[in-house]
T-cell receptor, first 113, second 113 residues
Framework: GAVVSQHPSRVICKSGTSVKIECRSL??????MFWYRQFPKQSLMLMAT?????????EQGVEKDKFLINHASLTLSTLTVTSAHPEDSSFYIC?????????FGEGSRLTVL | AQSVSQHNHHVILSEAASLELGCNYS??????LFWYVQYPGQHLQLLLK??????LVKGIKGFEAEFIKSKFSFNLRKPSVQWSDTAEYFC???????????FGTGTKLQVIP
């Protein structure tokens, strides 16, 4: 199947700093990628749909100024958590669709101290 | 809005026992249904999916699921589990015409040798 890769897999940062997470489709082009957030013992929550060459579509309740998404190419989408706070600590997962199926990255665990 | 319920949060089985994980969704129209699995330390990956046709769907590793439209259910089954099936299982639904996929809260399966 298609491969989606995320980087970094783990990141620890200080409160108030910004963190960028990359999501790449390695062997296919993805005009649309999805960013999810997973809290412990909870489901994956869709944060936003990232569209290549245009603005991302954010789900209700997700702050677009805090979670900046850029989809500059057909193989790369980035999520930047700006001015991170401890409550932003979570597991962030991206996915991309290929042939009607969603393929997921390995996830990025963000810990904000 | 679509929603997905998984009734079992944590299931412990002995090897060779039969497995059934419940999944119910709420959406009255056409749906695409999925089961994903996440093995420890690995990506989410697709186990099986239902788009249309035969409501009994067979997936990888001996898993199957049955779509019962009248019950809004898509339960996952396996006749005889193995220790290697230890993982977290997520049910997901995509309602017709929409890109976004909604996930259930997941079920952690622990298989004891």
């Amino acid at each position: 199947g298609a491969v989606v890769s995320q980087h970094p897999s783990r990141v620890i940062c200080k409160s108030g700093t910004s963190v960028k997470i990359e999501c790449r489709s390695l062997d296919f082009q993805a005009t649309t990628m999805f960013w999810y957030r997973q809290f412990p013992k909870q489901s994956l929550m869709l944060m936003a749909t990232s569209n290549e060459g245009s603005k991302a579509t954010y789900e209700q309740g997700v702050e677009k100024d805090k979670f900046l998404i850029n989809h500059a190419s057909l193989t790369l989408s980035t999520l930047t958590v700006t001015s991170a706070h401890p409550e932003d600590s979570s597991f962030y997962i991206c996915s991309a669709r290929e042939g009607g199926e969603l393929f997921f990255g390995e996830g990025s665990r963000l810990t904000v101290l | 809005a679509q929603s997905v319920s998984q009734h079992n949060h944590h299931v412990i089985l002995s090897e060779a026992a039969s497995l059934e994980l419940g999944c119910n969704y709420s959406y009255g129209g056409t749906v695409n249904l999925f089961w994903y699995v996440q093995y420890p330390g690995q990506h989410l990956q697709l186990l099986l999916k239902y788009f249309s046709g035969d409501p009994l769907v067979k997936g990888i590793k001996g898993f199957e699921a049955e779509f019962i439209k009248s019950k809004f259910s898509f339960n996952l089954r396996k006749p005889s589990v193995q220790w290697s099936d230890t993982a977290e299982y997520f049910c997901a639904v995509r309602s017709g015409g929409y890109q976004k996929v909604t996930f259930g809260t997941g079920t952690k399966l622990q298989v004891i040798p």
